[in-house]
């Protein structure tokens, strides 16, 4: 590789790779031999040494959550909690659940009534595209109302329902049991599922997410966190278009 700026200081490229879990070293150098890392787009050689924190690698073409000190957790949220790193209240908030050696905060937000998963990073980047309302993240709630929806009510939600702040946008709902659907959003409006079930005439009576995109774990107890995996990672990576949205803006 003709640029040395990566033979100087820093880790050497195989280390960070294994670092982040692909494998043992030896694993990781035979990656880097298939010519299938880069290093701010250009293509890695065994020996380069590279700055977790400010280089942008990729394994095969998807950003490889190399930095050191970059963790992500998955949270089951119980009802109660505040989705907020400090309350002045003195209520119970989701950092009070997940034990982290670093500093990290929640990705949006859930209301203190509603339960289910939620992520936790110090992802800046991350966090910012999967909240971003261009994004279209998915997320999936079990919902508990008051009374039985009619098809009428659903296609209501299916199709969207005015709300004071604009038309929802098309929703995916199904009615799972009496007084109980499964909801599918790509929007982050304020309390926006429980509005929308209003709007049809049927009170919220217990609001459970139960899937962020591509990530779910229907055996997360309530109150219990856990890192997520790095294939986790990758397919929330995927999700939001990181990986696409930085091989536009590198060097060809």
């Known amino acids: 590789m003709a640029d040395d700026t990566h033979l100087g200081e820093g880790e050497r490229i195989q280390k960070s790779l294994a ?3 692909y494998g043992s070293r030896r694993a990781c150098e035979e990656l880097v031999v298939a010519g299938r890392v880069t290093i701010d787009g250009r293509v890695a050689e065994l020996g380069n040494r590279v700055d977790p924190s400010t280089q942008v690698i990729c394994v095969d073409g998807k950003l490889a959550p190399t930095a050191p000190a970059t963790v992500y957790y998955l949270l089951n949220k119980p009802d109660g909690v505040v989705t907020t790193a400090y309350d ?13 050696a670093v500093r990290i905060f929640p990705v949006g937000r859930l209301d203190m009534n509603t339960e289910g998963l939620i992520i936790l990073t110090n992802d800046g980047r991350l966090a910012h595209l999967l909240t971003h309302p261009s994004s279209g993240v ?16 659903i296609r209501r939600l299916r199709e969207g329902v005015e709300l004071d702040d604009g038309l929802t946008s098309p929703a995916q709902v199904s009615r799972v049991s009496e ?32 899937r962020i ?7 997360l107890s309530p109150g219990a966190s856990r890192p997520l995996s790095l ?16 091989a536009s803006t590198m060097p060809a």
């Open 179 to 210: 007084g109980l659907l499964r909801v599918v959003i790509h929007e982050g409006r304020n309390r926006q599922v429980r509005r929308m079930c209003a709007a049809v005439g049927h009170e919220v009576t217990r609001l459970v997410r139960t």
């Open 138 to 153: 998915a997320k999936e709630y079990l919902v508990r109302v008051e009374g039985d929806p009619t098809p009428a009510a």
């Open 231 to 246: 294939a986790e990672v990758r397919r929330l990576m995927d999700a939001v278009g990181l990986s696409e949205d930085i």
């Open 88 to 100: 002045p209240q003195g209520r119970p908030t989701v950092l009070d659940f997940v034990e982290s």
């Open 213 to 219: 995109g591509p990530i779910q774990d229907a055996t």
């Open 19 to 21: 670092r982040a879990g």
